[in-house]
């Protein structure tokens, strides 16, 4: 049986839409105060207004994580109201379709400033509280693309890289502590994601239907982290099979995704 979350208090980044909100509510049902964190305040008002109706509360905090002092002002207010954080979930994030040709400095600058040093940001915030109050539990939501890089999300996937790179850090470095690192690998997930993805090419692209699962689905195996921590969750398990595939016989994947690009960008 999983940890009890009755009681906890979690920060949700991105809650405002998708995996986010979806997990947001989901801890929400599970008795979990919850701290719902992006720059949408309505949207952010809208996922409060429905955790109300389940019976619970729910802090919500407009900001935008790609700011160290924003983050740090939250996580602080977070401690000062519920006096602890037990769980982070860093979720907040978005994509870019561009080669990497296409891709200017300012892009990488503006990519890497939301998913990877929000985390960062975020992680550096609660630690000293989580250290002081002998646990906790850091959630990183990272991506099949963090695994292996797909063509024309080259800086996208970068992000996701570097967020795995100083969660296994963390992880080893936390041993001995009561403090988890947990890292999340969710594949095409029906959100949001791909409406507000910055395009910078001329085409089209439709993520794989095959390959994908409802924020439902991802925010589900993230709780059960939540309650059973472990360092990998793959909701989609098939996933496992690029991942593999990908560590032993690269060339194989390039061939697959050499044609499956040329059939899927318009
Ligand atoms: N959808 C997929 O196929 C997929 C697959 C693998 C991994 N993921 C990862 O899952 C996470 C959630 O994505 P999703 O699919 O749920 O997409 P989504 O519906 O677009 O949600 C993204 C969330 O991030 C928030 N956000 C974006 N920039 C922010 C900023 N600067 N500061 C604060 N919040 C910010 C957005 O809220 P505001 O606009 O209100 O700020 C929104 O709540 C992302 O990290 C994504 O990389 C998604």
Redo the contacts with the bound molecule.
């Keep these: 049986m999983g940890k009890n979350l009755e009681g906890c208090v979690a920060i949700v ?9 979806e997990t947001a509510l989901l801890l929400a049902k599970k008795g979990v105060k919850v701290a719902l ?4 305040e309505d ?2 008002k809208d996922v409060s207004r429905e955790i109300n109706e389940l019976g619970a509360s729910a802090l919500i905090m ?5 700011d160290q002092s924003q983050v740090e002002r939250m996580v602080e207010r977070i401690v000062e109201q519920f006096g602890r954080v037990d769980i982070l979930v ?6 870019q379709f561009a080669s990497i040709e296409e891709t200017s400095t300012g892009d990488l600058h503006e990519i890497f ?3 990877f040093m ?1 985390t960062f940001y975020a992680i550096k915030a609660v630690l000293p509280h989580m250290r002081k109050q002998g646990n906790g539990h850091i959630i990183n ?5 963090g695994k292996r890089g797909f063509p024309f999300t080259g800086a ?1 996937c970068a ?2 890289f570097a967020m795995n790179a100083i969660s296994e850090a963390l992880r080893i470095e936390l041993s001995g502590t009561k403090i988890k690192v947990s890292l999340v ?12 993805l910055k395009n910078k090419t001329e085409q089209r692209f439709q ?1 794989p239907e095959m390959f ?1 699962q409802s ?1 439902y689905q ?1 925010a589900r195996a993230i709780v059960k982290c939540a309650e059973n921590p472990s360092p990998e969750v793959l909701p989609f398990p098939l996933a496992r099979f690029l991942i593999v595939i990908n560590a032993i016989a690269p060339g194989v994947l390039d061939y697959i995704l050499r044609r499956y690009y040329k059939s899927k960008i318009k």
């Design positions: 980044t991105g809650a405002s839409s998708g995996i986010g909100r964190v992006s720059r949408r949207r952010l407009p900001m935008d994580v790609s860093n979720n907040a994030g978005f994509g400033g939301v998913n929000g939501i990272s991506s099949v693309a996208y992000t996701k690998y969710p594949v095409t997930t029906k959100t949001e994601f791909f409406d507000v993520p994908s924020a991802v």
